[in-house]
């Protein structure tokens, strides 16, 4: 690649994360629904970061290799968010199931809303 | 690119192998930082869920303004340390210089506008253990949420500092001419670390300012 196309690259990256910035901005003043707000805002933030790994980091680019440290660092991300998530979504169920009596120590808290 | 290159060390067989070494080195850590950050992700994300009525009370006393010329700051600031970065594949000097110093002033601008905040915030009794005083919910958990709020923004800011450490030493480097299209992987590196920091902030920005606002 050429240093002109490869300058342009940026300047467009640079643009597109600009304009992303000020879209994520305008639409959370305005009221989605339920999910939609935070799923958007994360949505964005996820092609914003893709762009920046993607060009600015040269990912695109790079050997297989660096593909492997990056997937195995969303990998680990992804098992940390999903298997702390699922605990703590399912754990209101733990009182009503076999254990029904004991509930659970986070559980208690988290509902009544009280300080930990 | 030769075997005499003089900066390849004895324990490689020729420049490429000792660049993909440092890429395979820089992409590791980063790695580590993303668990790194990510710990203190998912502790927001499930605090956030449990206290979500008083997290986004507490979350709309953060200057949506200033949080957002922070990100443009940092945006302007990665365009310009991927600049300095290809200056140096190109071997041209004088810009290698110019783009690292001006990395470095949108750096610290961004710390100044940053430390504005913080001290807005000391005025405003929200820094939790400071007389800390919230009106419009629990207080306890705005603390929570401030906690979170000081601790993600203030590792990240001490990640822009070491970063513009790093950006000071290769500015001196460049300007004795020591980087060239055969030699510039410092440059490379602390560009990946610059545009690692500046993701981070690309999270925490909707997270911590946007999410409570509608």
Redesign the interface.
Known sequence: MNAEKMIRNYVMVFVALLVLTATTTAVAFVDLGAPWNTTLALGIAVVKASLVVLFFMHALYSRPLTWVFLGAGILCLIILFTFTLADYATRDNVGAGPLAGAPAAGASARTSGTTP | MSKSHPRLLHHFDDPEQQL?AS??GM??F??TE??FF??MF?GY??YR???FEVFAHASNHLS?WLG?IN??VL??S??S???AV?SAH?GQRRKIVFYLLLTMVLGTAFLGIKFTEYYHKYGENLIPGLDFAFKEG?A??AA?FYSFYFGMTGLHALHMIIGLGLLSFLAVQAARGRFSPLYSTPVEMT??YW??V??VW??L???L???G??
């Open positions: 993909e890429q395979s992409w590791l980063l790695v993303i668990m990510g710990g998912i994300t499930v869920e449990a206290y949506v957002g990100t443009a945006i302007c990665s365009l340390m991927a600049m290809h190109q629990n306890g958990q929570i560009g990946l545009h690692f500046d993701i690309i999270f920005f909707p997270l300012y946007l999410v606002r509608h």
